[in-house]
């Protein structure tokens, strides 16, 4: 079963934003593995908490106008 684990900041992603990358994901997986994998395939979006993750050793957060509105 291919399987796609997606972490993005909390609130950065609208719902149709997430449903899309759900779809076209799945669409990769299917043209990479076959039709066959298409209902096999899972894609989990994880939202992190804002403060919650960081680069290059600096906490980042996400600019209050920066934050998809569903």
Not at 21 to 50: N, W
Request: aromatic share 8%; hydrophobic share 40%; charged share 25%.
């Amino acid at each position: 079963m291919p399987f796609a684990n997606i972490k993005v900041p909390e609130a950065a992603l609208s719902g149709a934003q997430k449903e899309e990358i759900v779809q076209r994901v799945t669409d990769m997986f299917a043209h990479y593995f076959s039709e066959a994998a298409r209902p096999h395939t899972m894609v989990l979006i994880e939202e992190v908490k804002d403060g919650g993750y960081g680069r290059a050793g600096e906490v980042f957060r996400i600019p209050e106008g920066h934050r998809a509105a569903d």
